[in-house]
């Protein structure tokens, strides 16, 4: 019986000592968003958009630590012509290093799920309502009008423990995968490729609440 309950106090606080270094939060950041790649060379603009989410960070020492998180990330692409909107669930896997007390370096690999996208043009009147196969319009053809569903990057930042609940953080984030489907052309040509991925720049703050 002894036996039993010093086990049971182990497993206690064993429990007891995970819990303890791990904090739950919430996260939102503004984001910068535009193109990369060998199709993007004509996108030279910017787009203002936001992150928001929840934060978990575990802590195996006092300079390391481990902080997945859950997001929703809307970017907007934009200038006179063209408008892009898209809606993407992401998970970024951060690792973080403190090299001193309140600061920390960070980077990871992240995952999304492009959920929504829309294109909007503002085309001269004699090229409105004219269409290209796997492409919303003749202003399409450069920037196609189906997305890819995964995309894979990654993130690396540099933050601030402003007070023991709160951080604030700087983020790049690049994408290794492109954003756009390939355009089909039809039987008697080849798939086109779009060679276009995401690239943001965020400035966010996390607050730990647990």
Do not use: C, H
């Not at 090299?99 to 370096?105: D, S, V």
């Amino acid at each position: 019986m002894k036996k039993i309950f010093l086990s049971l106090a182990l497993v206690f606080g064993m429990v007891a000592t995970a819990a303890a270094q791990v904090n739950l939060g919430g996260r939102i950041a503004g984001t910068m968003s535009t193109f990369t790649g060998e199709d993007a060379e004509d996108v030279d603009f910017w787009g203002v958009g936001f992150n928001a989410g929840i934060a978990a960070k575990y802590n195996i020492n006092e300079m390391l630590a481990v902080a997945p998180e859950l997001g929703v990330d809307f970017r907007r692409i934009a200038d006179d012509e063209v408008t892009f909107s898209f809606w993407v669930l992401e998970i970024p896997v951060m690792i973080r290093v403190s090299p001193m007390p309140n600061l920390y370096i960070e980077g990871g690999p992240t995952i999304g799920f492009i959920l929504s996208n829309d294109t909007d043009y503002d085309l001269p009147e004699e090229l409105e309502g004219v269409t290209m196969m796997g492409a919303e319009d003749i202003g399409g053809a450069m920037f196609p009008k189906d997305t890819k569903t995964l995309e894979v990057g990654l993130a690396l930042g540099v933050g601030y423990t402003v007070i023991p609940n709160l951080d604030v953080n700087f983020r790049f984030a690049m994408g290794f995968t492109n954003v756009f489907d390939d355009i089909d052309l039809g039987p008697l040509a080849p798939t086109q490729e779009v060679d276009m991925q995401n690239l943001q720049l965020s400035i966010g703050a996390t607050y730990w609440f647990m």
